[in-house]
T-cell receptor, first 114, second 112 residues
Framework: SQQGEEDPQALSIQEGENATMNCSYK?????LQWYRQNSGRGLVHLIL?????REKHSGRLRVTLDTSKKSSSLLITASRAADTASYFC??????????????FGSGTRLLVRP | ETGVTQSPTHLIKTRGQQVTLRCSSQ?????VSWYQQALGQGPQFIFQ???????GRGNFPPRFSGLQFPNYSSELNVNALELDDSALYLC???????????FGPGTRLTVL
């Protein structure tokens, strides 16, 4: 079963606009990570935020985490056509080794139109 | 540094057959995890191996089994294939205790 749900399921924006994706999860976590997947191939790690962090930045990415609401958001600023991909949040359940299983959401499909 | 590799890229089998998928971990990583990703869904955890032993399992039947070798490479074996086993199978390697998992490109399995 999936741990979380991403919202929206699909997002279409113009190049240069910002894209915001949300993730909700069910159980307490060690950390939350965001991955990108192009064309149904391997997952690329984007950013990790630990349960005691509230916000993190990496380049054009900004991630927030609200553990009281069990939710996270991923913001991609100044989007490019190359950002077109599926984006997944993944949680590491609290109480388990942090390299233990990741529980993925159902993903957001992002289309950036040139 | 070599990333995670998987073979084969694509595979077509018929129902009832058996399949073996292979994964080479990223250099220095001692833990390997396998995930199944059905079309349009997020990956689901199958199991994890550490020091050649299963270190946790998701909600998958015993016909899904695995091995980890001393060089930390790994195999996923699926017996008695069913149509619903058609999916992308992803391997991920990591350090024990490390939070980030590094994924391979996946093997696309089609069961007819």
């Amino acid at each position: 079963s999936q741990q979380g749900e991403e919202d929206p399921q699909a997002l279409s924006i113009q190049e240069g606009e910002n894209a915001t994706m949300n993730c909700s999860y069910k159980t307490s976590i060690n950390n939350l990570q965001w991955y990108r997947q192009n064309s149904g191939r391997g997952l690329v790690h984007l950013i990790l935020i630990r349960s005691n962090e509230r916000e993190k930045h990496s380049g054009r990415l900004r991630v927030t985490l609200d553990t009281s609401k069990k939710s996270s958001s991923l913001l991609i600023t100044a989007s490019r056509a190359a950002d077109t991909a599926s984006y997944f949040c993944a949680t590491s359940p609290l109480g388990m080794d942090s390299s233990y299983k990741l529980i993925f959401g159902s993903g957001t499909r992002l289309l950036v139109r040139p | 540094e070599t990333g995670v590799t998987q073979s084969p890229t694509h595979l077509i089998k018929t129902r009832g057959q058996q399949v073996t998928l292979r994964c080479s971990s990223q250099s220095g990583h001692n833990t390997v995890s396998w995930y199944q990703q059905a079309l349009g869904q997020g990956p689901q955890f199958i199991f994890q191996y550490y020091r050649e032993e299963e270190n946790g399992r998701g909600n998958f039947p015993p016909r899904f089994s695995g091995l980890q070798f001393p060089n930390y490479s790994s195999e996923l074996n699926v017996n008695a294939l069913e149509l619903d086993d058609s999916a992308l199978y992803l391997c991920a390697s990591s350090f024990r205790g490390g939070a980030e998992q590094f994924f391979g490109p996946g093997t696309r399995l089609t069961v007819l």
